[in-house]
């Protein structure tokens, strides 16, 4: 079993789609989870999901950056960069607590355990998204340094902690 991607260190190189300037945000990324389990297995009464993987990835198609910040003014490109990741982070955060609590995952019937995993993983991704929201609005896309700079330490703190999660952020 293992949790993939958790530590990625995003480059421009994961936005390959060109952003026009002059929208609200000089970057946009999306990231998402899957679940990569290939059978269940009985325990006692309980059908629980086999060996499995969570596995954090990028939405190729939905990233993407104005070119000309990327490739221009080192500060502004590698903060711009880090917001980004700080949006990876975010989402990665909910995929590990997808990845901790599916241990712990049972059901009476395949169907019920479906049921349960599908209704989790829908949860907690409401939960990164909501928080991932919030990401944007208090740093304004990363132009408010400050507020940055705070949310930076915060997404840290989680992702080192073991037990961090989404909640633990602003």
Same mark, same amino acid.
């Given at each position: 079993?293992?949790?993939?991607?958790?530590?990625? $260190?995003?480059?421009?190189?994961?936005?390959?789609?060109?952003?026009?300037?002059?929208r609200p945000e000089e970057a946009t990324i999306s990231v998402t989870w899957r679940l990569d389990a290939d059978q269940f297995e *009985?325990?006692?009464?309980?059908?629980?999901?086999?060996?499995?993987? $969570?596995?954090?990835?990028? $939405?190729?198609a939905k990233c993407a950056v104005v070119k000309a910040i990327a490739n221009g003014d080192k500060a502004v490109s590698d903060g711009l960069l880090k917001h980004e990741q700080g949006h990876y982070d975010i989402i990665a955060l909910g995929a590990r607590e997808f990845y901790k609590k599916l241990s712990s995952l049972s059901g009476a019937t395949e169907d019920e355990l479906n049921g349960k995993w599908k209704k989790m993983d829908a949860e907690l991704s409401q939960?990164? &998204?909501?928080? &991932?929201? *919030?990401? &944007? $609005?208090?740093?304004?896309?990363?132009k408010n340094a400050a507020v940055q700079r705070v949310w930076n330490l915060k997404i840290e703190a989680a992702k080192n902690n073991p037990n961090g999660t989404v909640i633990d952020l602003p």
């Open positions: 079993m293992s949790l993939e991607n958790f530590t990625k $260190v995003l480059s421009w190189s994961n936005f390959p789609n060109p952003l026009p300037p002059g *009985r325990r006692g009464n309980a059908i629980m999901i086999g060996p499995y993987s $969570v596995v954090i990835e990028t $939405v190729a939960k990164a &998204d909501i928080v &991932d929201a *919030r990401y &944007d $609005v208090a740093t304004n896309h990363g």
